[in-house]
């Protein structure tokens, strides 16, 4: 089967999941939305092509994919005769503490040799095997691995001080950690995108650190296409996700089971925050989140039920180490859009004009855009960047943006036919002088 052709965006977006966030093909392919085959050839070809990360900046889409596709086509299953495991029996084996799938493949793969299937091919049937037995699994998480997001349905009224009206129902926002299950909770003002950005910021830094792979509920601020088996994060989201190094890995629609660490961390903020706060009244969304983290350092802090010692220090002791480092710089919070290049080679953002390279013209450009400034891209290179300016039907151009002919004809003003006469002689001078007084339009 030939390998399936994807996009340039998910291309480099594979290649740093694979070498630089060190994701199984598996999870690659949950995060790209592509088969774990289709992973696993543009790895091959990268190793085969030599092409490692992080990509040189001045590789472009085409050159990489020159570089990749020749590679990726020549892969291809090699037909044999493979041996099947006793699924039965293997099923059995994982029950055992510490035992993984791993293990057990490097076991079947000694004793079959040739006959013996990949790695992703021995999970890929073994969990069609017990799919058809309608078994429930309980998932093991990996420390730092996975952060579980959403939002408690219980909302918290804020009032007006002086007229003690309503003023608007802040959200409740939750992460809690796969192992550890150490939450953060903070109450924003709604559930936009710009509201959902920021708390993710903040538990990061409560953390201080990031989950290797976020698992988000399909809101609309986070998912834009909450399709089962494609979904789709929001390009801001994306944004973010990428600029802190993790990876978005929706839970799956209506199925609960695949964030039921999420769904705990509701139930117990119920029961341990919104119940306690209920009979408060809030005149601002800085008292109440004081008053949130008063409480959630006391949950983190509880003792377990059913295990020894607390959120807090299975945090300390298993969890904090595994996640990803910070950033040095914080994200700024960014639109993306994508605009078509006039034949001016401008684009309107805002109602105000920004230029690009006049080589772009009649292409689709994407626009990042954040408070200050307009950054401008093509096939993933940074074409331009401007101020953000705000001034209406307004432009910004920079002169190297411009054709050859347009910039001389740009030059062409009053003042330099004045110098040439001054040189010319002071007869010269006084007639150009008196035109170019007489004539209202300079052109």
């Known amino acids: 089967m030939p390998t399936e052709r994807i996009k340039m965006k998910k291309l480099r977006e594979l290649l740093r999941l694979k070498f630089s966030a060190k994701l199984t093909h598996r999870q690659i392919g949950k995060a790209l939305n592509v088969s774990p085959g289709t992973v696993s050839y543009y790895v091959q070809a990268a190793a085969l092509a030599k092409v490692s990360w992080p990509l040189p900046e001045s590789l472009d889409d085409e050159e990489l994919r020159s570089l990749l596709e020749p590679m990726a086509k020549q892969l291809r299953n090699q037909p044999g005769k493979y041996v099947l495991p006793d699924w039965p029996q293997l099923h059995q084996e994982l029950a055992i503490k510490h035992m993984t799938l791993m293990l057990l493949w490097e076991t079947y793969a000694a004793e079959n040799g040739q006959r013996a299937y990949s790695y992703t091919q021995f999970t890929r049937h073994y969990n069609v095997w017990r799919k058809k037995q309608k078994l429930s699994m309980r998932l093991e998480h990996k420390a730092g691995e996975k952060g579980f997001i959403d939002y408690a349905g219980t909302t918290f009224p804020i009032y007006c001080r002086e007229t003690r009206h309503l003023l608007f129902k802040a959200q409740l926002f939750l992460m809690a950690l796969g192992v550890s299950h150490y939450t953060f909770a903070y109450a924003s003002r709604s559930q936009s995108l710009p509201d959902w950005i920021d708390c993710h910021k903040r538990a990061f830094r409560f953390y201080r650190g990031v989950p290797q792979i976020l698992v988000p509920d399909n809101l609309k601020s986070g998912i834009t296409d909450s ?6 994060a929001n390009p801001t989201y994306a944004d973010m996700a990428e600029h802190y190094g993790t990876v978005i890995i929706p839970a799956r629609p209506r199925t609960p089971q695949d964030k039921s660490i999420a769904e705990n961390a509701v139930l117990v903020s119920s029961r341990w925050i919104i119940a306690r706060l209920s009979k408060q009244k809030f005149y601002s969304l800085a008292a109440l989140n004081n008053a ?9 802090q509880k003792p377990f039920q059913k295990r020894q010692s607390s959120r807090y220090q299975q945090f300390v002791d298993i969890e904090k180490s595994h ?3 910070l950033p040095d710089k914080e994200y700024e919070y960014a639109t993306l859009t994508h605009q078509k290049v006039s034949k001016d080679y401008h684009i309107r953002i805002d109602k105000h004009y920004y230029s690009v390279p006049y080589s772009l013209v009649g292409e689709t450009v994407l626009c990042r855009l954040t408070q200050m400034t307009v950054e401008i891209f093509h096939q993933n290179q ?3 960047s401007h101020l953000r300016s705000f001034e209406r039907d307004k432009c910004t151009t920079v002169d190297a943006h411009m054709p050859k002919a347009h910039r001389n004809y740009q030059q062409w003003t009053p003042q330099v036919f004045l110098e040439w006469a001054e040189k010319t002689g002071a007869g010269v001078f006084n007639v150009a002088q008196v035109v170019t007084d007489k004539n209202f339009h300079p052109e």
């Open 292 to 300: 949130i983290s008063e409480l959630l350092g006391a949950l983190n």
């Open 382 to 384: 940074r074409k331009a």
């Open 323 to 325: 996640l990803l480092p």
């Open 227 to 232: 399709c089962q088996f494609e979904p789709e």
